[in-house]
């Protein structure tokens, strides 16, 4: 499903200080936005003098697609493993497929902003082409679960399956860009940062089960 690559897997591409270098990058990118870091901020934050960072990427903008294609291989959805489980309904590989995603985009918030960021800002190069191929890829076997349920009868016909998977990604996006105004407008300040995520990890998994049981079976 959305299986991470091993650290293993990671670096034979990429080594622990390049790795150190990206994580850096992306949390000021997450923060400050690509044009308002500096390559001098990124070196500050990763520990590492100037030419450590252009003999390993070049540029800035280098640096960014490294961290894109970096992310790419944890963030992949490999959903054939779920596809090929007999011992699931498809509904169930469904609300399989959300707690996962839930979960994971939790654990990456810095880079799911930067992302949603970089959606908004250009449709064009090597990062657009990048994200482009990701959803590509999630959506075609996405679409595989959808077509086994209505093969079983256990889903609807005319599905909008780009619009399915919009829903889940922008949600869970919405929710990690905006926790802090979801926080204080419900009043939920007293909670620790632990229980909070915990809280709205519940809650959105909730939803989402119920929005796409409703949309997906005849149950609603």
Known sequence: ?????????????????????????????????????SVRDIAEAAGVNLAMISYYFGSKE??????????????????????????????????KLIDEYIDRIFQKQCFHKVMIREQMM?????????????????QTLFKQIIQ????????????????LMMTLVGTA???????????ETNNLQPLSGEEFEKHIKKKLSAYLKTLFKAILSYEA
């Open 1 to 37: 499903m959305f299986k991470f690559a091993s650290a293993k897997e990671v670096n034979m591409e990429y080594n622990d200080k390049q790795i150190q270098i990206m994580e850096a990058a992306e949390r000021l990118f997450a923060d400050r936005g690509f044009a308002g870091t």
């Open 62 to 95: 280098k640096l960014m697609e490294a961290m894109f294609q970096h992310r790419g291989q944890h963030l992949k959805m490999q959903l054939q493993s779920i596809l090929v489980n007999n011992n699931m309904a498809p509904i169930q590989k469904v609300e």
């Open 122 to 138: 250009d449709n064009t190069g090597p990062i657009a082409e990048q994200i482009a191929q990701l959803k590509l890829t999630n």
């Open 148 to 163: 086994e349920g209505q093969k079983k009868g256990d889903f609807k016909k005319g599905i909008d399956i780009p619009f």
């Open 173 to 183: 996006g919405q929710l990690i860009t905006t926790q802090h105004y979801y926080r």
